[in-house]
């Protein structure tokens, strides 16, 4: 098919902080240059869902005078408490013992999708063409395998991919320089990462973790503006790597999450229902009681740090922020990593294009940025958690606060996540309380306030590689961790009435795009590729 | 034939819709707006008359504020050739709106004004009528399907008994229903031209009219909420629960 074709001097694919760092600091080094992303929500900051607790030091960079102008970014963090938690009890870590990681005193409170609106609005203003509602579906590679740019996806195309009457082909934008910024398992990321073996440096495989975030606004005498609690322990069990955040945004409203290791062993573990049950600690009730929730969503996270760092620069593109994977896992933090190589990519694009330098001058230009040195402190921790709550704790506090990140050597990964995974048949079930409607919620009425929706009769966005795996051997053996994995709910099992046998169902107008299946699956026989654009969740405050 | 189209702004409707906590009405910041679906019928089926070569040229209009703007820039990207905001900072009444309306068509001539067949935010399904009784205008409501023939208007209705069929001649102000076609997306290069398409605005206190509102709104509250179903084990509890529970037989 003959396809229209824009061209652009650089195209980048995304508008997280990443990619709109990258659009905001072309276009201050030289305004002639031609810059456009494309975004795959109905519109920016529409898919971004994060805790957020918010370090500065990029936007300052950035744009230095962000204080003076109308920002997202107003709550500065004022107080905070880091608990460990037991079924009923609470016990206060002392501040003197947190690392400098989990101080927060001088960062902000912000809805990372709300800034990213504001972000996108001032890229606008500087003539940065944002398309929000259309997804790159393709890489463009030219006959050397250089990448030249990115396709739409087609619109209108039914569940067969036959045309429908408002079909409208998807078409070639054309960059010198094409970046992803896809955020957390972008698929074209995953697809770049393998094609030109970016990862054949690295001694360790990449690992994940889900998010969950609800929003609330909650009665004014229990809201203190500002304040930053975060918790380990209760309802995880001791070798499962997570943890919750609670932030006090403006407004009376409360931003409640949780973060689980994506390397956990139990088929049987749900974190939505550990989520959940989470709000039921004693702490978090007396918290969100009376209380309304308003918004929902999960979103995968990149935790593998510096040992899993992916080469960024490829011919033709580079890969950035959470796409490649810089979030700095002790912080819970990558908004401002992402930004700052977002940034470099910029300087690194400008030399590219105007002064003949080379894209590979990345890796010299981030190894030598602060982005780098953080990373590089806080690589142990993560790891660490391979043996458990306790010792990782106690490791972290000397790895952290005695040598601060410098201890001479450098702790692996030792599985990806998909291969975590013990068979059912050696595995606890659990039992999880039921939901009572007030401060737990089923999957259905969660979903319902991501506002996720997909235009119905298109093609399924959830593909899988191998049809029948799934109902052969990952039912079999794992009892289908995608039942519980996924929090949107589109994964069920059913009879098939003809063969009587387990089938798996896939509900793919409920996706909110975590990307936790792409990550999760035993066989890795699920892909996760664009939908339609501007279909999947309508974050708002998230 | 000049066509004019009314877009409104409203949330968008995947969205779902918060009463503000102080009750004074919805949640509309930092939500995601959108051209009110019916109204999108109506652009789809101008610019198909367009097409056809039954329309010279597309107008669209819209009134609200700054931001308004962006809900004519797709009706554009969708193809429309120009449009017109009307500046106004406060919400209006369908009455308001019509009067607004009804100084655009005496502005521009045009010889059928499409719109939707109402609003999904406050869902009034007035504005199309009010604004024919004003012109003094032959009207159509909820329209399905549309053919222009010379001066003859026809158009099909779904009534309750079936289908109705009904003809009347420009100048005339017609609703659209869903059904009456299905919008076209607006493509990459479409947005792109459509930035530079005109788009005039006009302040709402130049046109004279009287916008002041005859309504007062109380309060906006959520609907209660439905009490969860429950699940019997067998027909005499049912029973049971119908004649002592429920008190229903
Ligand atoms: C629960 C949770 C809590 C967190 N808490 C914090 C915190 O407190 N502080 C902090 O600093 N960080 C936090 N983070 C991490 C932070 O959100 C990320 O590091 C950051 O968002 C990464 O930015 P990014 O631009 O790389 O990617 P993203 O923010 O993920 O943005 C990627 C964008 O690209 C779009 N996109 C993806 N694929 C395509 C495609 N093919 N075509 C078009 N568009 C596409 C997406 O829709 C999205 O808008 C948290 C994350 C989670 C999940
Ligand atoms: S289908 Fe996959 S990407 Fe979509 S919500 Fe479920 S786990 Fe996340």
Known sequence: MEREQLEYDVVIVGAGPAGLSTAIKLKQLN?????????????????????????????????????????????????????????????????LFLPNALQNHNNYVISLSNFCKWLGEYAENLGVEIFPGFAASKVIYNDNDEVIGVQTGD??????????????????????????????????????????????????????????????EIKEENHEIGKVLHSVGWPLENDTYGGSFCYHAENNQIYIGYVIGLDYKNPYLSPYDEFQQFKTHPVIKKLITGGKRISYGARALIEGGLQSLPQMYMPGALIIGCNAGTLNMPKIKGSHTAMKSGIIAADVIIEHIYNNGKLSEYEKKFRNSWVYKELHQARNVKPSFQWGLIPAMIFTGIDQKIFGGR??????????????????????????????????????????????????????????????????????????????????????????DETQKKVLKINSQNC??????????????????????????????? | MKVLVAVKRVVDYKVQIRVKSDNTGVETQNVKMSVNPPDENAIEEAVKLKEQGLASETIAVSIGDEKTQDVLRTSMAMGIDRSILVKSQNPLEPLAVAKTLKKIVEKENPDLVLMGKQAID???????????????????????????????????????????????????????????NTPRFASLPNIMKAK???????????????????????????????????????????VEKLKYEAKVI
């Open chain 2, 122 to 180: 406050d869902d009034s399904n007035q504005t199309g009528q009010i604004l024919s009784a004003l012109l003094n205008w032959p009207q159509g409501c909820f329209i399905s399907s549309l053919k222009i023939e010379g001066n003859k208007v026809l158009i099909s209705r779904e009534i309750d008994e079936g289908i109705e069929n009904l003809e009347t001649k420009l100048p005339a102000v017609l609703t659209c229903d869903l059904r009456l």
């Open chain 1, 512 to 542: 909110i795009h975590c990307k936790t299946c792409d990550i999760k699956e035993p066989s890795q026989n699920i892909e996760w590729v664009t939908p339609e654009g501007g279909g999947g969740p309508i974050y708002s405050g998230t």
């Open chain 1, 155 to 216: 619109m209108g195309l039914d569940s067969e991919k036959n045309k429908k009457e408002n079909f409208e082909p998807g078409i070639n934008i054309i960059g010198k320089v094409t970046v992803l910024s896809e955020g957390c398992r972008g698929h074209l990321g995953k697809e770049v990462i393998k094609k030109f073996d970016l990862n054949k440096k690295n001694k360790s495989p990449q690992q994940y973790g889900i998010g969950f975030k609800e929003v609330w």
């Open chain 1, 31 to 95: 305004s002639d240059i031609s810059v456009c992303i494309l975004e795959k929500g109905t519109e920016v900051g529409a898919h971004i869902l994060s805790g957020n607790v918010f370090e500065t030091k990029s936007l300052d960079e950035l744009i230095p005078n962000w204080k003076e102008l109308d920002s997202p970014v107003k709550t500065k963090v004022s107080s905070e408490e880091f608990l460990f938690l037991t079924k009923e009890k609470s016990f206060k870590v002392p501040n």
């Open chain 1, 407 to 496: 201890l001479p050597f450098t702790l692996q990964h030792r599985h990806a996540d998909h291969e975590a995974l013990i068979p059912a048949r050696n595995a606890k079930k659990i039992d999880y309380p039921k939901y009572d409607g007030e401060i737990t919620f089923d999957k259905p009425s969660s979903v319902y306030l991501s506002g996720t929706n997909h235009t119905d009769n298109q093609p399924n966005h959830l593909l899988l590689n191998d049809r029948d795996l799934s109902t052969n051997f990952t039912i079999e053996e794992y009892d289908e961790p995608a039942q519980r994995y996924c929090p949107a709910g589109v994964y069920e099992v059913e009879l098939d």
């Open chain 2, 196 to 238: 530079k398409k005109p788009l005039d605005m006009i302040d709402i206190d130049t046109l004279e009219i009287d916008t002041s509102t005859k309504i007062k709104t109380l309060k906006v509250i959520e609907p209660p909420k439905r009490k969860a179903g429950v699940m019997v084990n067998d027909v005499k509890e049912l």
